[in-house]
Each structure stands twice: as structure tokens, then as C-alpha cells.
């Protein structure tokens, strides 16, 4: 099982981040399976990070085998969406991307991948979400304002990863990431449906 993530993908975000410019495809990393967490199971504030944040995001489940896909065919590839957060040590990615190094371990942490309850997705449906922090509303987001969508981020991963059944792909995160203490409480809903309740310990 591969975690996929993709940077960047709603307008909004990218602006709080202050990049400068709007990607031209994709903007992918990955998590190694030992950064997944799921419902039920709780986040543990590493030791190695003072300045933790969230980011709430869509979710895609693989659901078959394919490489070198085409974006007409795309749909078929997966099956079910969660939410889930993607936890990131933001001092140390700082100071990972000061020095020019690649910032694997401010992403790929033990536990930085959390994820909900899967339900099935429904094609060309705009899915609307919202995430809350200790029961108050921090980011909402919809699948219209993605940069580039499911299938095109399906399309480009696969052409250069096999991809998986059971392989997750993290879509993005709208505007409104920021940091978790202990006792924090987040929360993601699909309309009024909760899907994912991480409790920050």
C-alpha cells in the first residue's frame, strides 16, 4: 500500500503557503505506510516537532492495478473517498527546505497520515467538506475549486507509479491549515456526515 499526496491543489492555499505561482501539473509526495493512522486510533504530538499542522483533505481509494492510465479512464481506478489529515512538522520543514534537502521527514513522520471512514464515490458529483478544530469551522473546501482534479491526478501519478488497489491518494487541502496542540479535537464532515475525529494527544 503507497500514500500518495498531492501539494497545492486549491487556489486559496497556495496563497496562504506564499508560492508564487500555480503549478502546471500535479505536485506529488508520498507518506510511507507507517505514517497511517485511522479512526478510532489517536495522533501523538512527536517529540521532535514544536509546530505541528493540520491539513484537512479528500482522500481517494485505489481501487485496481493500472500504470500509464488515461484521464478518460481514470474514474475507474477508484472507488470510495474519506477525509483524513495530513500532519506536517512545519519547523522542520523549514529548515529541511533552508538547506535545499528533500523534507520526507516533516511529511512521512510515523502517524502523519490519518484517515476516516470510506464511503462509496459518486462520478461527477461535486463533493462539498468542511474541518473543524475543537467543534469550530477552520477550513471548507469542495472538489470545483481543485487545481487539477481526481482523474487528472490519477492520470499523471500513474505515469510514473503502478498503481495499487488499496493505494490512498491525499487530493489537497483548501485554505485554513494550521497548528494542533495536545487536547485538540479535529473533525471532518462531508455535507453533515462525519467521516474522520482525530484527538491530538
Known amino acids: 500500500m503507497k500514500i500518495f499526496c498531492v501539494g497545492l491543489n486549491y487556489k486559496e492555499h497556495i496563497a496562504e503557503m506564499k508560492h508564487a505561482a500555480f503549478p502546471e501539473s500535479p505536485v506529488i509526495f508520498m507518506k510511507p505506510p507507517?505514517?497511517?493512522?485511522?479512526?478510532?486510533?489517536?495522533?501523538?504530538?512527536?517529540?521532535?516537532?514544536?509546530?505541528?499542522?493540520?491539513?484537512?483533505?479528500?482522500?481517494?481509494?485505489?481501487?485496481?492495478?493500472?500504470?500509464?492510465?488515461?484521464k478518460k479512464f481514470a474514474h475507474k481506478y477508484y472507488d470510495a473517498f474519506t477525509l483524513g489529515f495530513d500532519f506536517t512538522a512545519r519547523d522542520l520543514q523549514a529548515e529541511q527546505k533552508s538547506k535545499g534537502w528533500p523534507w520526507e521527514i516533516a511529511k512521512g513522520f510515523d502517524g502523519s497520515a490519518f484517515i476516516g471512514d470510506f464511503i462509496p464515490l459518486v462520478s461527477n458529483k461535486i463533493i462539498s467538506f468542511s474541518i473543524l478544530k475543537n467543534k469550530e469551522i477552520v477550513q471548507q473546501g469542495d472538489t470545483s475549486m481543485l487545481l487539477f482534479s481526481f482523474d487528472e491526478i490519477v492520470s499523471y501519478i500513474s505515469k510514473f507509479f503502478t498503481l495499487q488497489q488499496g493505494d490512498l491518494i491525499y487530493t489537497g487541502t483548501p485554505k485554513g491549515v494550521g497548528a494542533v496542540k495536545i487536547g485538540d479535537v479535529l473533525e471532518g464532515f462531508v455535507e453533515d456526515k462525519l467521516l474522520v475525529s482525530c484527538t491530538i494527544k
Do not use: M, W
Open 34 to 70: 507507517t505514517a497511517l493512522l485511522k479512526n478510532g486510533q489517536s495522533f501523538f504530538y512527536p517529540d521532535f516537532s514544536s509546530d505541528v499542522h493540520y491539513e484537512g483533505e479528500i482522500v481517494l481509494r485505489v481501487c485496481k492495478n493500472g500504470k500509464k492510465i488515461d
